[in-house]
């Protein structure tokens, strides 16, 4: 299976999460089942998609959970599952179960984590408001 990864950049720094270690705690180990949510599909979908294969969306299953990670008591960020989200929103669902990941348990998940780094890139993201509010 390919190493799934998600990144984000700023001019001073990207913070990488090793999605594959997280979907194998998630689904093998049982780990955040406590962190089960079911997110509205409307209110996930109240940002611009960008990049989005709607091809391959549609060859998605939204009976899988996405898994969003939280970036601070104000935002999050969907991780994995955009293309199922944005079929989900395609198809009239209000719903969709997903992970949410806590900011506190996600260090063993970035790659070569740094707190500084992490704080830094997060702060200019936010300010160029590419996260969705809780």
């Given at each position: 299976m390919e190493e799934q990864r998600f990144k984000l950049a700023s001019d001073n720094g990207e913070v990488t999460w090793d999605i594959s270690a997280l979907i194998k705690d998630i689904f093998y180990k049982k780990l955040f089942e406590t962190d089960k949510v079911i997110f509205s599909v409307p209110h996930l979908c109240n940002h611009t998609w960008f990049g989005i294969n709607e091809v391959h969306a549609e060859t998605t299953d939204t009976n899988?959970?996405?898994?969003?990670?939280?970036?601070?008591?104000?935002?999050?960020?969907?991780?994995?599952?955009?293309?199922?989200?944005?079929?989900?929103?395609?198809?009239?669902?209000?719903?969709?179960?997903?992970?949410?990941?806590?900011?506190?348990?996600?260090?063993?998940?970035?790659?070569?984590?740094?707190?500084?780094?992490?704080?830094?890139?997060?702060?200019?993201?936010?300010?160029?408001?590419?996260?969705?509010?809780?």
């Open positions: 899988n959970p996405i898994i969003v990670i939280e970036i601070n008591d104000k935002y999050i960020l969907i991780a994995d599952g955009n293309h199922r989200i944005f079929k989900a929103s395609k198809m009239g669902l209000k719903n969709i179960e997903g992970f949410l990941i806590p900011r506190a348990d996600q260090q063993k998940y970035i790659i070569d984590f740094d707190l500084h780094t992490y704080d830094t890139v997060m702060s200019e993201l936010i300010c160029e408001g590419i996260f969705i509010d809780k």
